[in-house]
């Protein structure tokens, strides 16, 4: 079956929309006093959006001595990134759990949890804008599942034992999620960085924007969920500037704070 994404994305019928909520969270101009006045309307036309912001305000994972009630005290304490962030993560979750399960929705989590806290250490990139590339380097996987949900559960279960994921898409649908989500990204017009980074997560050195694109790569890597990091290519953490014992150091951290932004966003 060799065909591209492109062409595997043009024959299909039913290609997800972006939540619209979305769509207006990342269309905001990032000006501190306008984008959070404007993040503040998005959420008061949106009740249960806003229900769920404020549950995560007061979670563990922010933890303020204080319960905060107001969506505009929320937005006053997180800033407009954050609660960017909060937003696309809510608005996402019915997607991603629909289409890949609790897995996908905590490995977008944890690899957006990661390059945040990555690009905060290493002023890499924007930690808000490192957020959501993380947390949707994946979405080609869902668009996978919907044109075939069997074929991408035997490819699933192939990785399971040892597959390499590109290998194990190409071979079953002549395309890989890389390059889906791409596309994906071009049909939901995302930024050119987010689209590249979801491109080129899998190969960052390929990459036209080599460092966010090492970011995605090595947040990826340390969201995987097994006990240690696998290995990153030296040539990606040397392009990076970083070592796999600073990453290590990192990823306790990254993960409780994961595990909190989880159980608090549970239904
Ligand atoms: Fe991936
Ligand atoms: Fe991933």
């Known amino acids: 079956m060799a ?94 759990t629909s289409q890949g399960g609790r897995d996908l929705w905590k490995h977008a989590l944890t690899a957006g949890v990661a390059c945040e806290h990555i690009a905060r250490e290493t002023e890499a990139a924007d930690p808000g804008d490192a957020f959501t590339i993380g947390f949707l380097h994946d979405i080609g996987k869902i668009i996978l599942n919907i044109f075939d949900t069997m074929t991408y559960q035997k490819v699933k279960l192939d990785v399971q034992n040892g597959a390499d994921i590109i290998e194990a898409e190409e071979e079953a649908f002549g395309t890989n999620h890389a390059d889906i989500g791409f596309q994906l990204a071009k049909k939901w017009k995302l930024s050119v960085l987010l689209a590249n980074c979801i491109k080129y997560h899998h190969d960052p050195l390929s990459s036209s924007m080599p460092k966010v694109s090492c970011l995605t790569h090595i947040g990826d890597q340390l969201a995987q969920d097994t006990p240690e990091i696998p290995e990153i290519d030296p040539e990606i953490l040397e392009n990076f500037g970083i070592s796999m014992e600073t990453l290590n150091g990192y990823r306790d951290e990254i993960l409780e704070k994961t595990n909190q932004l989880f159980m608090s966003l549970k239904a």
Do not use: C, H, W
């Open 3 to 96: 065909q591209n994404a492109l062409e595997l994305i043009e024959t299909m019928k039913d290609i997800p929309a972006m939540p619209t909520v979305i769509v207006k969270a990342l269309g905001i101009i990032k000006n501190d006093q306008s984008g959070t006045k404007e993040l503040g309307e998005i959420m008061a036309y949106d009740q249960a959006l806003a229900s769920q912001v404020l549950k995560l305000v007061n979670s563990a994972y922010y933890g303020f001595a204080q319960e905060i009630t107001s969506v505009n005290k929320a937005l006053a304490l997180l800033g407009m990134n954050q609660t960017r962030n909060i937003i696309i993560a809510v608005a996402m979750k019915p997607m991603l």
